[in-house]
């Protein structure tokens, strides 16, 4: 093991270290606004075994360097590596493999989010046993808007929100502040981001993981929530009513219709933002989330799986590299999608990237406490 407090890893993707009886790990590449790539994935995997096996370790924290705690995936990784199959497909089975095992940790986990966490950076925030969110922090899960699906875990996740707010979020991409996380219980605490080292810094000094000592900790820190009149989250009754329609084009309608009344301006812009969205990835993304309501989180992350590696295949469409060239590389963000039309996302096109991949090219579960660590993308079928 390392001494107390020296980086223990040679890339800085991720920085390691030791505090008596706590680990910290930090996601550091700033610039980037820390987005997961494979080296990122496959640092943050060693450390939480190793941390979770080690019996000196009662604490695990987790946060990210500049303004961002994670802003998702690498999508540049995914658009250089559109000419050649399954390129992405070692990181994109990490990246799985590890949101099972954040999810049943065995230690207790803090996530501090000073700043963006959005789609798969946000799974390292959600599924802790605690997440502290500030005034800065920024969520979303917009990845149906550039033709791919909400994944990492959200359509377990947000299949479990109140009412039809999963459907929302995931095909609107909707954003919420750590406030509104917090009131829907996608975080625990509130903590101005002014206090948030002075926490860091009470955390680190623990000699314990007791969940209720932790707790209490984070408690002199943190403060109410309430919300502001404008909150999405004051809009359930609305988006229960039209997110809860059987397709997305009945979606479309029923949010249409209720932004025509009086008082409801604020859905011209979803709506916009929803028409301007892959239809591909809109269609894929709301089975999904309705699947996921029947499915325990093991079954949810080996669908996912599929529609991610089947995605980026192209199996039914070119539209995630479309969709990233036109937000990321020409910055244009006139993507033409193909299929244009959601009329022309044919279903039985859609259920070909739920279905089983060819081989033994499958997500592994751990099935057993014994095997917990097991399934590593090495002894996989896709290694």
């Known amino acids: 093991m390392a001494q107390e407090g020296r980086n223990i890893i040679d890339e800085q993707v991720v920085v390691g270290e030791e505090k008596g009886f706590v680990r910290l790990a930090t996601l550091n590449r700033p610039r980037q606004l820390n987005v997961i790539s494979s080296q990122v994935v496959l640092k943050l995997a060693e450390y939480l075994e190793t941390w979770e096996k080690d019996d000196k370790t009662k604490l695990i924290l987790i946060k990210g360097a ?17 000419e050649s199959k399954d390129s992405c497909l070692e990181v994109v089975y990490r ?12 230690k207790t986990q803090v996530s501090l989010v000073n700043g963006i966490s959005m789609g798969g950076g ?11 969110v500030t005034e800065k922090t920024v969520f979303a899960t917009p990845e149906a808007s550039i033709g791919f699906h909400t994944d990492c875990g959200f359509s377990y996740i947000h299949s479990r929100l109140p009412g039809h707010l ?6 609107t991409g909707a954003r919420l502040s750590g406030k509104e996380l917090v009131a829907i219980g996608m975080a625990t605490h509130f903590v101005p981001s002014a206090k948030l080292a002075d926490l860091e810094e009470r955390l680190v000094g623990l000699d314990s993981g007791d969940k209720d000592v932790v707790r209490s ?9 309430n919300l502001d009149k404008d909150s999405i989250l004051n809009k359930q009754s609305i988006i229960d009513e039209c997110f809860s329609k059987a397709s997305v084009k009945q979606i479309i309608q029923a949010f249409e219709a209720e932004g025509s009344k009086e008082g409801n301006e604020w859905i011209t812009p979803v709506i ?3 028409k301007r969205s892959s239809p591909t990835g809109l269609k894929i993304t709301l089975r999904s989330i309705r699947e996921g309501r029947k499915q325990t989180l093991g079954d949810c992350l080996k669908k996912e799986f599929r529609i991610t590696v089947n995605i980026l295949r192209s199996t039914i469409s070119p539209d995630v590299y479309e969709g990233i060239r036109a937000l990321t590389i020409d910055k244009d963000n006139s ?13 039985e096109k ?3 990237v739920f279905e089983p991949l060819e081989g033994d090219i499958e997500l592994h579960i751990p099935e057993t406490e014994e095997n917990r660590w097991g399934g590593k993308y090495e002894t996989s079928g896709c290694a």
């Not at 990246?95 to 065995?106: D, R, S």
């Not at 946000?122 to 502290?132: D, G, I, Q, R, Y």
């Not at 900790?217 to 929530?225: A, N």
């Not at 993507?335 to 279903?347: M, Q, Y």
């Open 66 to 82: 500049g303004r961002a705690f994670s802003a998702g995936g690498d999508l540049k990784m995914f658009y250089d590596g559109r």
């Open 95 to 106: 990246m799985y493999w590890l949101c099972y095992h954040i999810h049943t940790y065995k």
């Open 122 to 132: 946000a799974s390292l925030m959600v599924p802790m046993k605690f997440s502290v």
């Open 166 to 171: 999963g459907e929302f979020l995931a095909l």
């Open 217 to 225: 900790t984070i408690e002199e820190f943190s403060e109410k929530v």
């Open 272 to 274: 916009k933002g929803l």
């Open 335 to 347: 993507p033409k999608w193909n299929p244009a039309t959601l009329d022309e996302v044919a279903e």
């Open 350 to 352: 859609v259920n070909l």
